[in-house]
């Protein structure tokens, strides 16, 4: 049985009152009742609408978007990133892509989030898994589906995985996401 | 490099919410304390104090940008000169060390650091979301950003790897949440047992809410001096505690702000770039280590923080330190979950890597004299957060690196009962210590050494 919560949830909503109890008379004995005032808050509403380029990285996200997982090379030494770089951390050198959408894949590590940043909460319970890939180097960071968040288990690294890729592209990073592999 | 002096310091109550004042008389609670812990008033202190180093974690909690000027502005400090410090959650300590390059480079004799962060002003949930921006917003933030996510990815890898278990982790929260019992500053001082920590809610598997720090606001400041400042302050009155406290060594490292990226290095290059003095030059280690990789282990992965190990050995070299689990009488470490509690316990060399998991239940992290209800096979040897630690005297981010130097300058200075009210916290005969701070997965790691001079 889930456990039972204690605690109502709260957020920062609140009545509009009209009119701040203050001293009538500002007297120095008022006044100096002030210093015993509680604080005052009021809600600051902030919203923002950024232009964000994915820059040397574009390729990428135009490769998911029609069902192509690419990542980069350092084209002398073959290192080469499970999540693209532009430039090779070792050699400096421009990195090239390659195709690793039929890459054996499998978890490195994961997680079940049960709680999340706010722009997430509505997803939760989800899955985060690093996934590595045969002749990768480093990992590649992705949502998991296909397991049970309610069987978590450490049973699940080195599972082999495999890439879906969303039909309707949003350029983001999850336009591909792993789930465990059918063969 | 001149000697640098660390006199005193102060810390705000930390607590959920500070509605009652605004970060800059935060901050003064904090600055006012370490000033009149030496015996001296507001505007003598001003009169001699060179200049400060302010830090703050994120403009988003306060809304403010240039919110360190204000408080500069607010403690009387201006125009004096000043620079804020930013570096995640390692923003505390890295102020720390940039007031120690400021002492010991001859700029200045007599430098403040204070920091502070007002978490509270936002929902816990748009709180993570701002912490998570402290990830790749490409490629990391955009997949589920969070940051207990990531951190519990690090550790179920770490358990795969090592063996490492949940409870193991559970005796870093009941040892960190019963110090903090005795630590009036602390924002939760409560008595747990391992089993609450796991009956807690699940935050992201495994790590539960109890393994896991606390938004909070806060600040701290410490005043640092070099032997002309020391002068100066005791000329003008001060009364400066001795033996002083040194700060005898400084250590950074950094890592890529992707986990992703980190690299997976073969034993020889483990060996030969990352290895403690120690672990080189000890047959038995050497050939353990051999076997982990055979095993598959690579380094450091997402299961160990190689800034922490560059930092750590830093460190050691500057303060000629090779056994840190013998030469250090304690550690205060960034804790902001269990798991990188064991983490670094291996980074900073107390255990080898692998071994944090058995480290952490054996009892030599733990406080000699208190009663943490627990069956514990060692004596204490290395006490790792005295004081509570993040997970529970909070983390308001730009403060909580100085105050861990606030809480290791009180035991170097055997004055933590006049400032705890409460003596059970006090190591006898605290020689030295380490203070460590980090940010994000491990992007930036500061170690500072802090030594009694005899």
Not at chain 1, 108 to 127: D, Y
Not at chain 2, 355 to 360: K, N, Y
């Amino acid at each position: 049985m889930a456990k039972l919560t204690n605690k109502r949830e709260e957020n920062l909503g609140g009545y509009i009152v009209h009119g701040i109890p203050f001293p009538i008379e500002t007297d120095p004995d008022s006044l100096a009742f002030l210093k015993k005032m509680a604080p005052i808050q009021i809600e600051q509403p902030y919203a923002i609408t950024y232009l964000h380029s994915y820059g040397q990285d574009s390729p990428w996200f135009a490769a998911v978007s029609n069902k192509k997982l690419l990542t980069t090379q350092d084209p002398e030494s073959g290192y080469t990133y499970g999540t693209p770089r532009g430039h090779d951390m070792y050699s400096g050198s421009e990195t090239v892509w390659i195709d690793i959408t039929d890459r054996p894949a499998k978890v490195h590590a994961f997680t079940v989030c049960h709680f999340g940043s706010e722009e997430f909460l509505p997803e939760t319970p989800f899955v985060l898994a690093l996934v590595q890939f045969e002749g990768v180097n480093t990992l590649f960071l992705t949502r998991l589906l296909g397991v049970d968040p309610d069987e978590a288990s450490l049973d699940w690294i080195e599972m082999p995985v495999e890439p879906r890729f969303l039909r309707n592209s949003k350029l983001k990073p999850t336009d591909v996401y792993f789930v465990p592999a059918s063969g | 490099m001149r000697p640098v002096y660390a006199v005193s310091g102060g810390v705000s109550k930390f607590a959920k919410a500070r509605p009652d004042k605004t970060f800059q008389a935060i901050v003064k609670e904090a600055y006012d304390y370490a000033i009149a812990d030496i015996g001296l008033d507001f505007p003598t202190f001003t009169s001699l104090v060179d200049g400060s180093v302010a830090s703050y974690f994120s403009d988003h909690f306060s809304r403010q940008l240039m919110a360190a000027i204000m408080a500069q502005d607010y403690l009387g400090l201006i125009p004096k000169p000043s620079h804020r410090v930013e570096g995640g959650g390692a923003t505390g300590g890295l102020n720390f060390q940039e007031a120690w390059k400021s002492i010991a480079s001859g700029h200045m004799d007599i430098c403040v650091s204070y920091g502070f962060e007002t978490m509270s002003h936002v929902e816990t949930w748009k709180g993570n979301e701002f912490i998570a921006l402290a990830s790749d917003a490409s490629w990391d933030y955009p997949v589920g950003g969070f940051y207990s996510g990531y951190y519990a990815m690090m550790v179920t890898r770490h358990m795969k790897e090592f063996g490492t278990t949940v409870e193991q982790m559970a005796h870093v929260s009941v040892k960190n949440h019963i110090n903090a019992y005795h630590n009036p500053y602390a924002q939760k001082r409560s008595r747990y047992t391992i089993e609450d920590i796991r009956n807690s809610p699940m935050v992201a598997w495994p790590l539960t809410r109890l393994d896991i720090c606390v938004m909070s606001d806060g600040a701290a400041a410490t005043i640092l001096v070099s032997e002309e400042g020391l002068e100066k302050l005791e000329k003008a009155g001060a009364n400066i505690p001795r033996p002083l406290v040194l700060v005898t060594g400084i250590g950074r490292g950094t890592d890529a702000m992707r986990m992703s990226d980190r690299p997976h290095a073969d034993y020889d290059t483990f060996m030969r770039d990352y290895a403690t003095e120690q672990e080189r030059g000890s047959d038995e280690t050497r050939a353990y280590y051999q076997k982990l990789w055979d095993h598959g282990t690579r380094y450091p992965g997402v299961h160990s923080f190689r800034a922490g190990r560059t930092a750590g050995n830093m460190a050691y070299q500057h303060a000629g330190i090779s056994d840190p689990l013998e030469e250090l009488d304690f550690v205060e470490l960034h804790d902001a979950y269990t798991s990188s509690e064991i983490q670094t316990y291996e980074d900073l060399g107390l255990c080898r890597y692998g071994e944090g998991g058995p480290f952490a239940a054996s009892g030599k992290a733990f406080m000699p004299g208190v009663d943490y209800g627990l069956d514990l096979e060692d004596d204490p040897v290395c006490p790792v957060n005295p004081s509570g630690g993040l997970i529970a005297c909070g983390h308001p981010v730009g403060a909580t690196g100085l105050m861990q130097a606030v809480f290791a300058i009180w035991q170097l200075q055997n004055s933590i009962e006049k400032h705890f009210q409460d003596s059970t916290l006090q190591l006898k005969d605290a020689r030295r210590g380490a203070i460590h701070s980090h940010a994000g997965t491990g992007t930036y790691v500061t170690v500072s050494i802090l030594e009694r001079e005899e």
